[in-house]
């Protein structure tokens, strides 16, 4: 069969499925050479690991209509992968027995839902239930049953009977009584009536 021998309707034919095809062609070529590599990120991906910003973040911690802990932070981001909320402008209370025992407010904090801890970085400042307050670099909070630990420029007040300084402060899993460590300053102050 010859080129020329063919129907001028038969070669408009064949002119329109070769351009169709080659239209085809280089949409797949195209597609493959965008995409080749799109499986493989894909794959590298462990799970379903997310990370999400957020602005006016809630996290609590309640166990049979106890409540442990709850935090407050103006913005931070989840990271799935660590398990993990960075949180900014932080503030939040911890219970004991459905009432708040101490209070605390921080620029900086962090909770690891894999170790199930609280760290508060940068200025932060604490109100135990008994109105003593604390002011700290860092602190850490591990559990419900386990003392919580504050380092890093410790001042401690309590009205004005007692003034303190030290470099950590370990406060007993009740937050009735605190141990102080390191260069430690305490003036306790006699009330004049």
Sequence with gaps: MNW????????????????????????F?????????FNRKQLQVNGDEQEA???????TETKDDQKFWEIYGENGKWDSSMGEAQLNGVIGNFYKDNE???????????????????TLYDDTFIVLKDGITLSADRLYWYNSHTPVVAEGHIKIQKGNELLSTADKITISPDYSSFKIEGNTVSKVYEDKK
């Design 100 to 118: 708040v025992s101490m209070s605390f407010e921080s620029s900086k904090g962090t909770y690891n839902s894999k170790e199930g801890n609280i």
């Design 29 to 37: 070529i195209t597609a493959g050479i965008i995409t080749h590599d």
């Design 53 to 59: 910003l957020v602005n006016g973040v809630i996290l």
């Design 4 to 27: 020329k021998d063919l129907p001028k309707k038969k070669r408009l034919y064949f002119v329109i499925f070769g351009a169709i095809g080659a239209v085809l062609a280089w949409a």
